[in-house]
């Protein structure tokens, strides 16, 4: 055991076997996939609550005349309102490629329950790494 001077806390010192080393770096894979998971449901939500404004928006405009913008790539082009609701409509019912509405919401579903099953393999990670390696282990996120 290594001791520090005036008052500071005993570092003890761990064998760190192999199969320990198999739990932390799958604690750190399922760490950095939740992550990428979590970012991935945010952004789908995003899109999906854009369609919905994009449409709420549109309804609620009286002037007929007036030419609104619709993304295409990376290009905005012009349409009256009512070809640009039509084609708002024909994004939410595209499926595979473009995902949109109701392919999106299944398809962030599906991401929630996959974090969900990851929350749950890190946490019974957590309770054998810290019940072997105690304060030695720090497995908690950075809220950086």
């Keep these: 055991m290594a001791t520090t001077m005036k008052g500071t806390v005993a570092v003890e010192d761990v064998n760190v076997t192999f199969e320990d080393q198999q739990k932390i770096n799958k604690f750190a894979r399922n760490t950095s996939r939740m992550t990428e ?15 919905q404004d994009a449409s709420d ?29 039509e084609m708002l409509e024909a994004a ?12 999106l919401e299944q398809e962030v579903k599906g991401l929630e329950e996959r974090v969900s099953a990851i929350q749950q393999v890190l946490g019974d990670l957590k309770v054998q790494l810290y019940a072997k390696f105690g304060n030695n282990i720090n497995l908690e996120a950075d809220e950086s």
Excluded: W
Aim: aromatic share 6%; proline share 2%.
């Design 92 to 103: 939410k019912q595209k499926r595979m490629k473009h995902c949109f509405v109701e392919a």
């Design 37 to 51: 998971l979590k970012n991935e449901i945010q952004a789908k939500k995003k899109s999906l609550q854009n369609l």
């Design 57 to 85: 928006d549109l309804m609620m405009l009286d002037d007929d005349t007036l030419l609104i913008p619709y993304q295409i790539g990376d290009v905005f082009v012009s349409h009256t309102q009512e070809e640009t609701q």
